[in-house]
């Protein structure tokens, strides 16, 4: 069902909701000042009548209820009775077509005869000491029939203003929705090789130009990330191409004359070390593609000390093997704060990949005898980690670029896969964070990594 279709019907309910207590409402309100009116009226007569005939004699009381009982500006018949207990003194008006109340209600009251045509009120009074009733009718056909064409018009016109309402409902969702339905058919004619087109704003500020501003927005980042998966294949291929033909050249030319055992042993290590090569930047994509599948409820509370404690003493090992003097520095409050916890909502595996990430990059780039430094800390509501390096430093020309997979800095001379930097980045951006890469004063390459806490 078109959401066209649905705001008709959702329109017409309410419409025919609101005709409906409308002509309820005026039903009623009609009638009862109609009602009103007469049986003010009647009241007030019978009540005239009562109080002059207790004062009257018998002669002068027949008069006065024989007049009555042709009077007709309250309607077209009247019918006058006086009762004295269960006898009837006078009965007068209506020429036998008027019709009596049920029983005589506690007067005095207003009650309708039993035919519902005549309306009576009842006055009690006093005759020559005794107690007696005096029941006024009149004919309240024009009454009822007033009501009834008002009831009649109003059943007729509620189907025709709902109906004009249904029409003029359609119509108006129809050109509400026209501007969905133009941005339905532009975005229709964008493919996945024209993603630069945008939609056209329209003039007015309204719902319509925000939905068509937000899709814009959505164009312009799918643009933006298709260009980079465009060219993060491209150098994906490019970095995978470049090994692989090494590794074939090396084997082709080992294979075309016979070589004894030591230069079969350097060919083969020449091998090797292209594929670890490849397994290295294979491992690395892979990781990049597992982040973009990674679902948020995998997430928890993970104690970022511990993980720290864990990768610092593998790092430390590394450095110790290339003669590098490795500090740790957790928090602000000694030894005993690495087994403080420091907790982060996050995927506890991708955290301990950046950790290891940065220090395997530290001892990497650093030349033997250098520096490293492993710090962890809180700051407010965030937890600071932090890797400084005494190697050569980050190119100022790369500092803008070294988290871009497949870049490296000039000053490392293609040293590495070039997906570690942006394999971080991917993780701590994951996460909520910040990360930055700059050149300390004194030599050598800082990363600092922000998080938030849990």
């Not at 490849?278 to 104690?303: G, K, M, S, W, Y």
């Amino acid at each position: 069902m078109s959401i066209r279709l649905r705001l008709t019907i959702y329109w017409t309910a309410i419409t025919a909701l609101i005709l409906l207590a409308a002509g309820l409402l005026i039903m009623a309100l009609f009638s009862r000042a109609m009602w009103g009116t007469l049986d003010a009226a009647l009241m007030e007569e019978a009540d005239t009548t009562a109080s002059a005939i207790s004062h009257s004699s018998g002669t002068d009381m027949n008069a006065t209820l024989q007049r009555l009982s042709h009077e007709t500006d309250l309607g077209p018949g009247r019918r006058v009775r006086l009762l004295a207990g269960d006898r009837v003194l006078f009965d007068a008006g209506g020429a036998g077509a008027a019709d009596l109340p049920d029983a005589p209600a506690a007067p005095p009251a207003v009650a309708d005869g039993r035919q519902h045509r005549y309306r009576f009120a009842a006055v009690p009074l006093d005759l020559n000491g005794a107690p007696a009733l005096l029941e006024d009718g009149v004919d309240a056909a024009p009454v009822r029939r007033t009501i009834a064409h008002l009831r009649n018009a109003v059943l007729l016109v509620i189907p025709i203003i709902l109906a004009l309402s249904v029409a003029g409902g359609y119509w108006m969702a129809g050109w509400a929705l026209a501007p969905v339905n133009n941005v339905a058919d532009a975005l229709a004619d964008i493919g996945p090789r024209d993603l630069s087109r945008r939609l056209a704003l329209p003039p007015v500020q309204d719902e319509a130009q925000r939905l068509i501003y937000a899709i814009n927005q959505l164009l312009e980042r799918l643009e933006r990330a298709s260009a980079a998966q465009q060219r993060f294949v491209s150098e994906a291929a490019h970095e995978l191409r470049t090994p692989l033909a090494v590794l074939r050249s090396g084997l082709e030319v080992t294979l075309q004359r016979p070589r004894d055992a030591a230069e079969n042993r350097v060919a083969l290590e020449q091998a090797m070390a292209e594929v670890e090569r490849l397994c290295a930047t294979a491992e690395d994509l892979l990781a990049l593609a597992q982040l973009d599948a990674e679902p948020a409820a995998q997430r928890a509370p993970v104690d970022l000390a511990a993980i720290a404690a864990e990768a610092s003493a593998m790092a430390q090992t590394l450095a110790e093997s290339k003669h590098q003097a490795f500090a740790q520095q957790f928090d602000r409050a000694g030894a005993d704060a690495a087994r403080r916890a420091i907790i982060v909502h996050g995927i506890a595996a991708d955290l301990r990949r950046l950790m290891l990430n940065l220090l395997d990059n530290a001892v990497k780039f650093t030349p033997e005898g250098g520096r490293i430094e492993f710090a962890l800390s809180t700051e407010e509501s965030a937890a600071l980690l932090s890797v400084r390096d005494s190697g050569p430093g980050i190119d100022p020309r790369d500092l803008d670029r070294v988290f871009e997979p497949f870049y490296r800095s000039r000053s490392v001379n293609g040293t590495g896969s070039g997906l570690g930097l942006a394999l971080s980045r991917e993780i701590v951006h994951r996460h909520g964070g910040d990360i930055r890469a700059a050149n300390r004063t004194g030599g050598g390459c800082e990363v600092q990594v922000r998080l938030p806490l849990a």
